[in-house]
């Protein structure tokens, strides 16, 4: 499994080194396999506590989860979020990321915010693979799976939202939060994403 130099700066960006980086301890440009296991720990949960409820609801339901699992993450969130990322900009046919590692990069990348569409449809897989668990769980009466599979999608989402989302260089994601005066530090030394998103990076 390989990963980008730590020591060299991503594609996008034109300083020569990170060593002086005003944003590299806020951002995360940089991924390593611990990164990838963190990430795997907190999503795992979810999938094994719905697949077990679904798996007893009937085996062969779990087919289109499946289908839906595979499509999203290897395909479609890749071409409407990902391609926005400038960790696509790295070489490489595939994703080396702390998430969505080894998923394949048919698409150009798109430097700059997400369309509404292309929000509408990140937001509607991720309600169509957490929200297929909920809908059999509740319909088998599974109620103490229902239970933990709730509290493992709620500390999933508050886990990614609150420790990796504040730093992750994908601003054009809805799931977003870092902060304004850090993006004007990457943009800075990303000129090329700065005039995708219209921004002067210079101001
Ligand atoms: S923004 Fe900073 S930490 Fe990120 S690649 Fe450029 S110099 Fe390195
Ligand atoms: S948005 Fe996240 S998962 Fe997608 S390429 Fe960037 S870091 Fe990886």
Redesign the pocket.
């Given at each position: 499994m390989d990963f980008l130099d730590p020591t060299k700066?991503?594609a996008s960006?034109e300083?020569e080194t990170?060593d002086d980086?005003s944003?590299?301890n806020a951002?995360h440009?940089h991924f390593a396999r611990r990164d990838l296991i963190h990430f795997f720990l907190i999503a795992f949960p979810p999938f094994l506590i719905g697949g077990a409820g679904i798996y007893h609801f009937g085996g062969w339901m779990l087919i289109p989860w499946l289908i839906m699992i595979i499509g999203y993450f290897g395909f479609v969130e890749i071409r409407v979020m990902c391609s926005h990322c400038p960790h696509y900009a790295e070489e490489g046919k595939s994703l080396k990321c702390w998430a969505n590692y080894g998923a394949p990069k048919f698409w150009k990348y798109r430097p700059g915010p997400m369309t509404l569409f292309e929000k509408a449809i990140f937001l509607g897989g991720i309600a169509l693979v957490w929200g297929y668990p909920f809908v059999l769980l509740i319909a088998d009466l599974q109620l103490f799976l229902l239970v933990v599979y709730s509290l493992t999608v709620a500390g999933f989402f508050m886990t990614l939202i609150t420790f990796l989302c504040s730093h992750c260089m994908n601003f054009a994601c809805p799931l977003n939060t870092v902060k304004s005066e850090i993006r004007r530090g990457?943009f800075e030394?990303?000129p090329g994403i700065a005039r995708a998103w219209t921004i002067d990076a210079k101001q």
């Open positions: 700066p991503i960006c300083s990170c980086c944003v590299s951002l440009c990457f030394r990303n």
